[in-house]
């Protein structure tokens, strides 16, 4: 408890007293600023949308790396972790060099929203993958293949035996990439031009503020951002945590 109280309880406190130091008006005034709204319903969009590819594609990306056998699977394993690290600024440089105005493919997305979300995948690319490999590596095969003895066809076999068991560890992993995703601010910097209301996320607005002497604003939509994402993983965990229990029971 001391060790969470000084790493993490004492600099949330000290962030919820920057922002409403100066009153309770000046805190509701800095987070229902047009552009501070824009920058957050942004953020919030483009984490979701990571979120749901990551669900997607983060599953079948475990599920390839667990079943499935072919030449240099060791280096993709390893590749998997490399936005874990990487400083995010390179994933920025790495997006910009290929989807930039030099770019070899002839794909330019830089300052759209696109960019922000290709960046967004680009760090959280990691968290539903290993989230979900250890269940798979776990899962009884004995129960994939009893089913298909009664007749269960494979899609059935995924609805009704696979995906109840891995729904816990996309849950979680799904959380962690929003969480990840809603705070990015390295990977996002170079390629999304800071643009108000078009491609100016959350985290780039605080370093805007803050440039600007700005404290007490970038610390309200800080503690925003934080209210977000903490809230976010506590629904999400309960949703796995009521599926867990639906599951055994």
Do not use: C
Request: aromatic fraction near 8%; charge should be neutral; charged fraction near 15%.
């Amino acid at each position: 408890m001391t060790f969470l109280t000084v790493i993490v309880g004492l600099p949330l406190a000290a962030l919820t007293w920057a922002a409403t130091k100066e009153g309770s008006q000046t805190f509701r005034d800095a987070i229902t600023s047009p552009q501070a709204i824009a920058a957050l319903k942004l953020t919030l969009l483009a984490a979701v949308a990571v979120a749901l590819l990551n669900a997607v594609l983060g599953t079948i990306t475990a599920w390839v790396l667990v079943r499935d056998e072919f030449r240099g699977k060791a280096v993709v394993n390893a590749i998997v972790d490399l936005p874990f690290a990487l400083p995010t600024i390179v994933a920025g440089l790495t997006i910009l060099a290929l989807y930039g105005p030099r770019s070899p493919i002839g794909v330019d997305v830089t300052y759209t929203r696109t960019a922000i979300v290709l960046a967004m995948m680009f760090v959280t690319l990691p968290f539903v993958v290993r989230t979900v490999q250890p269940v798979l590596e776990e899962l009884d095969a004995e129960v994939e293949e009893a089913a298909r003895s009664l007749g269960a066809s494979s899609l059935t076999t995924f609805r009704r035996v696979i995906f109840p068991n891995l729904l816990p560890g996309i849950l979680s992993g799904m959380a962690l990439a929003f969480a990840k995703a809603v705070g990015e601010f390295g990977a996002l910097v170079i390629i999304t031009g800071n643009l108000p209301f078009r491609t100016e996320v959350a985290s780039v607005y605080i370093f805007g503020r803050i440039e600007s002497g700005d404290t007490a604003a970038a610390a309200a939509v800080a503690v925003v951002l934080l209210l977000i994402s903490f809230a976010a993983l506590l629904l999400i965990g309960a949703i796995r945590h009521f599926a867990t229990k639906h599951e055994r029971a």
